[in-house]
């Protein structure tokens, strides 16, 4: 990371609390010392030279630079909101399969947002008042019922994720 300018003298403070240092890399370690580098002789600055030359020295000198490890707390937020981000991806999937339902089973007045429960409710009773007298509408009806519960469940396990990342933030 670069040795000067604004982010990288914040980046190479102490992070609190967490007694992790991460260290600001002067142009001769970003381009392996003596070795040489061409991208630290050349004029001009850019990101892409920067970050080439940043992946030179990790790759080739990895082994000597500190380590900058997570703490348990960061990896737990992490993986709790990677789960949290697959359940919304999900939900979002489940809600456009109960759309493209309605639209194939006429169904009409619903709700413009399926996430709540009372809208599911509501797109419940309109899948129960619906008159059954095919084997295609049964299928449909019995998918769609199907997802109504899985919505139920992802917007359950969001809430137990939302309430589990509390104590972090």
């Known amino acids: 990371m670069p040795h000067r300018g604004r982010l990288g003298v914040a980046l190479s403070a102490p992070v609190p609390g967490r007694g992790v240092h991460q ?3 002067k142009a001769r370690e ?4 003596d070795r ?17 030359a940043i992946a030179e020295v990790v790759l080739r000198e990895g ?17 709790l909101y990677d789960r949290r981000d697959r359940c919304v991806r999900a939900r979002t999937e489940a809600i ?4 493209a339902t309605a639209l194939r ?4 007045n619903l709700p413009s947002d399926l996430t709540t429960g009372p809208a599911l409710d509501r797109y419940d009773d309109a899948l129960q008042s619906l008159s059954i007298l095919s084997h295609t509408t049964r299928a449909l009806v019995e998918e769609a ?7 139920r469940r992802l ?11 509390d104590p972090f933030c």
């Not at 082994?63 to 993986?79: G, I, N, T, Y």
Request: net charge positive; charged share 35%.
């Open 23 to 25: 260290r600001a890399l």
């Open 30 to 33: 970003r381009c392996g010392g």
């Open 36 to 52: 040489g580098c061409s991208h630290a002789s050349r004029k001009g600055k850019s990101d892409e030279q920067d970050a080439h």
């Open 63 to 79: 082994e000597r630079l500190p380590r900058c490890d997570q703490s348990d707390d960061q990896d737990a937020v992490r993986l």
């Open 96 to 99: 456009n399969r109960l759309r």
């Open 105 to 108: 089973l006429a169904l009409r």
């Open 145 to 151: 019922t199907d997802t109504i519960k899985d919505v």
């Open 155 to 165: 917007n359950s396990t969001i809430a137990k994720i939302g309430a589990s990342t």
